[in-house]
């Protein structure tokens, strides 16, 4: 039986059998940006990294860390506190493909497999663990909802004591809309293109 809840998005597998390196790239960050932990879904503004803090905000991938000189001392830590520094720069898993370990806040049903969820502590964490807080919403032994989500729910965590009905499931799941995934492109607007 799940009884502990995973914290933050673990990275779990590439989708569609490729190796998963893990590998992770550079953004940067503004120096006092809000705070980002390991495992938080994150976003570019301004050209900058910054947490997502609503399910409709479309991320790059997940936060993993950082880098940052301060005072002239080279810094490496798994969450940025929102510090006033130089060079800071974020580490991302920023693969379209990357897929997740979450835990649901109540039971779920095994109808959920395929199906969409929400979040919700999406841009909390802890400053002791550098661990994200976010969890998978939906209703108590809930299926999902068919409409948008933040995750598509691909499968259950294969692990002894994981079962649909536990108090904190763990659902692997994959963002349903990512910055580089551009088969899903996100249209805000018409473009009309003369000649």
């Known amino acids: 039986m799940s009884a502990t809840k995973v914290t933050g998005l673990s990275l779990s597998r590439i989708r569609g059998g490729s190796p998963n390196s893990h590998a992770l790239n550079s953004y940067p960050i ?23 803090v609503t399910t409709t905000e479309v991320p790059v991938g997940t936060f993993q860390g950082c880098s940052y000189v301060q005072d002239g001392t080279p810094t490496f830590k798994p969450y940025y506190s929102g510090v006033s520094a130089s060079d800071i720069v ?4 920023d693969n379209p493909s990357q897929t997740y370990i979450i835990s649901t806040n109540v039971s779920v049903a095994a ?27 939906t209703s108590a032994g809930g299926t999902g909802k068919a409409t948008t989500g933040l ?9 002894p004591g ?13 963002f349903n809309f990512d910055t580089d995934d551009y088969q899903n492109a996100v249209v805000s607007a018409v473009v009309t293109t003369t000649n």
């Open 30 to 52: 503004a120096s006092g940006a809000t705070a980002m932990y390991t495992g938080t879904p994150v976003r570019l503004s301004a050209g900058t990294l910054t947490p997502c």
């Open 90 to 93: 974020g580490l991302v898993n």
């Open 111 to 137: 109808g959920i497999l395929g199906r969409n969820v929400d979040a919700s502590a999406i841009a909390a964490g802890s400053a002791f663990t550098g661990r994200s807080s976010i969890v998978a919403t």
């Open 151 to 159: 995750f598509r729910v691909i499968g259950l965590v294969d692990e």
């Open 162 to 174: 994981n079962e649909y009905g536990d108090a904190y499931t763990k659902l692997e799941v994959v």
